[in-house]
């Protein structure tokens, strides 16, 4: 099973809107972080956090982690049609030389203009 | 600029007629990374490289094989492809165990008759 789950599997809101996706993982992790990608093409990175960190901002982005729930939250503030795109968070697992990064199955925003 | 290229961006090709699809980054990062991404199922990794000769297997490794000869490429094969490795694939890169950020590929969308 993956270990990083997105909630909700689709969002559809009104430009202008704030939009806020959910992920919860299975075991502990060094940090997460949040990948937007526009229909069939590569990811883009948009934000790091450390397991130790709670709450990190970026522009229009926050990321909240909360590690006693095993969740992360994205929250993008005044969306705009640009927006419009799967929203994926990955977790590292392991360590040393067995490193992965693992990857949810997204989240599909849809911000109508 | 900073990028991670793949070749080619699209093939179709025949069942069981090998097939290598070449990556290449220009970041001197030490850890490679190779996903397919399907409808449903999201990202998943294929085979991972932590740097040069040092390779491992990912989550769905069946059927593909990887070389990490130097530092800046990390082609994937396909020895024997069949119809389900039908699929858009993705290369990518980071500096220091995927740790940090991972920089992707644009994707080579594969159709195996």
Known sequence: SQQGEEDPQALSIQEGENATMNCSYKTSINNLQWYRQNSGRGLVHLILIRSNEREKHSGRLRVTLDTSKKSSSLLITASRAADTASYFCATDVGGGSNYKLTFGKGTLLTVNP | ?113
């Open chain 2, 1 to 113: 600029e900073a990028q991670v290229t793949q070749n080619p961006r699209y093939l179709i090709t025949v069942t069981g007629k090998k097939l290598t699809v070449t990556c290449s980054q220009n970041m001197n990062h030490e850890y490679m990374s190779w996903y397919r991404q399907d409808p449903g199922l999201g990202l998943r990794q294929i085979y991972y490289s932590m740097n040069v000769e040092v390779t491992d297997k990912g989550d769905v490794p069946e059927g593909y094989k990887v070389s990490r000869k130097e530092k800046r490429n990390f082609p994937l094969i396909l020895e024997s492809p069949s119809p389900n490795q039908t699929s858009l694939y993705f290369c990518a890169s980071s500096s220091w165990r995927g740790y940090n950020e991972q920089f992707f590929g644009p994707g080579t969308r594969l159709t195996v008759l």
